[in-house]
């Protein structure tokens, strides 16, 4: 399970060292904001999980909602009261 989490983390820092345009000021809302949009669009040439590949190019719907749900896993209450 780590293996993966780090395999995804290289593949989110190769999409930002292979811009051009990129600078060491790089952002988290950036680094955010780009690991939206791979969620988004992943890149289906290298897919890292043969299941979730299976079910983005069979049915879209199916996996947007199993991405939302694990986003709510993971979900953090960064504000405290």
């Avoid at 820092?13 to 952002?27: G, I, M, R």
């Avoid at 299941?51 to 405290?80: G, P, S, T, W």
Wanted: some cysteine.
């Amino acid at each position: 399970m780590l293996g993966e989490y780090i395999y995804q983390f290289q593949r989110i820092l190769k999409t930002f060292f292979n811009f051009q345009d990129w600078k060491p000021s790089l952002s988290i809302r950036q680094l955010l904001i780009g690991i939206q949009e791979l969620l988004n669009n992943p890149n289906i040439e290298d897919p890292a999980q043969a299941e979730a590949y299976q079910i983005y190019c069979q049915n879209r719907v199916e996996y947007e909602k199993r991405v939302r749900r694990q986003a709510q896993l993971f979900n953090v209450d960064v504000v405290q009261k």
